[in-house]
């Protein structure tokens, strides 16, 4: 009888957060675990349910988004997309629980990636030193691979990518960030339901809660005017699912 509020309430802040710093799947991927879907199912089930968000949160930031630094947004989008498949590829041939002991350090590093990312690329490029293509699109392709294998926490390495790389617009940074992860969460779902990893009942109540919740999330996000206030939120996110990763 719980079932249908969880996932409703689940959907909702994972949608929010996904919108506002990435994460969100990090709530709904839970949740999923604790109502009894293996884990394995829950993470596919997870990322399905994220797609439609990511795809709302887009839309939202539909005139932010443009790319920077040394990478077209057409290679961008096709290299994020090589990597969801090499992600989830992998993931199909890993045991069921490997995986999980990993994210709370993949999360740490992102999320202090992101926090200093600014003072790392000022110093950078201080120095006058470019970070040019090759490196840009391995380190997109490497996160990418990531967010294949497990969505939790994607958008923040994302977004710490960015900031490495060369993009500055906090909010071009958020709406690039939901499109590439609607992209690869595509070609990850993909995979996924040939595999018949997920749980459609539950995805179902999820995609509908989590798209409201991303359109509710990108609307309230995109009105904050001074963007040094967003980004200490996007830490503050990732450090609190870090630690509760950690304490899992």
């Known amino acids: ?22 994460g969100g799947t990090l709530l709904s991927f839970p949740a999923l675990v604790w109502l009894g879907v293996p884990p394995v199912m829950a993470n596919a089930t997870a990322t399905l349910t994220a797609l439609p968000g990511y795809i709302g949160s887009a839309w939202a930031y539909r005139g932010d988004i443009r790319a920077e630094g040394s990478l077209g947004l057409g290679s961008i989008i096709a290299i994020a997309a090589l990597g969801g498949l090499a992600g989830a590829g992998l993931l199909l041939v890993t045991p069921g629980e490997a995986f999980v002991g990993i994210v709370p350090w993949l999360l740490l590093t992102a999320t202090l990636l992101f926090a200093i990312g600014p003072r790392l690329v000022a110093m950078v490029r201080a120095r006058g030193v470019r970070i040019g293509p090759v490196l840009s699109a391995c380190a997109i392709f490497l996160v990418a691979g990531y967010g294949g294998y497990f969505n939790g926490g994607l958008g923040i390495m994302l977004l710490a990518v960015f900031s490495l790389i060369g993009f500055q617009n906090l909010h071009g940074m ?30 179902a109540v999820l995609a509908v809660a989590t798209t409201v919740g991303g359109y509710i999330g990108a609307r309230q996000a995109r009105r904050i005017q001074h963007t040094e206030y967003l980004r200490a939120l996007i830490v503050g996110i990732g450090a609190a699912l870090t630690l509760v990763f950690f304490l899992l």
């Not at 969880?6 to 919108?19: D, E, P, R, S």
């Not at 690039?176 to 990893?197: I, W």
């Open 174 to 203: 958020n709406g690039l960030k939901n499109l590439l992860s609607a992209v690869l969460s595509l070609v990850s779902v993909t995979t996924y339901a040939t595999a018949g990893l997920i749980a459609w009942e539950s995805a």
């Open 1 to 22: 009888m719980l079932s249908m509020p969880i996932l409703v309430i689940a959907g909702l802040l994972a949608g929010m957060i996904n919108a506002i710093a990435g």
